[in-house]
């Protein structure tokens, strides 16, 4: 998935209003923002494999330290301890580590049988979304839209910034989603980590709508 996750991050904030966006869209997209820079370093690998799924040209067959459970339930419970310690709001470190965690959970609906359960394990899972690419579509979509509304409802903005920068992340995240369906594959494995990287963006990003908006007062 892509903007499914990041749809769990906006709508979290809901459920974690103390929690800056930044740091929710870091949880959601933390075993993404990991998987470039293992592909760089070369403790993970892809292929560029076209039809490996109708979705993506992409065959991820070893990725056991960003995506195997065992691991993503680590970074889960690292990142949600390191929340607590640093801001000591409770709730905000369980959706942080629920976040993470949710990254497997919806990968493990959209990859074909590829997610590896532990590191140095041959087992691997995954219920094929991929496969169909209207299916898929449909899928993120309402996921993505659902999540725009509930942040909505939640929040509202404070300024022309709150407004602007908002949407050009919503706008942003539809093209690129767009761009991942009617897109050509990569030209070769080594720019896939390179060009991932810059899905770091989106933290900082986040972190700058959050200081653009607000809590909506409950009635």
Known sequence: MFVGHFAVGLAAKKAAPKTSLGTLILSVQLVDLLWPLFLILGLEHVRIHPGDTAFTPLEFYDYPISHS????????VVSGVVYFMIRHYARGAWIVGAGVISH?????VTH????????GQTATVGLGLWNSVPATVLVEGLL????????????EATDRTGRIAFWA???LLVLLSVGNVIGAAPPNEGVIGWVGLATWLFVPWGYWIDRHRKMRAVP
Do not use: C, E, K
């Open 144 to 155: 993505f839209i659902l999540a725009v509304v509930v942040y909505l409802r939640s929040t």
């Open 112 to 119: 074909r049988p590829d997610l590896p359960l532990m590191p």
């Open 104 to 108: 497997w959970l919806l990968d493990y």
């Open 69 to 76: 459970l065992l691991m993503v339930a680590v970074w889960g």
């Open 169 to 171: 992340f919503v706008g």
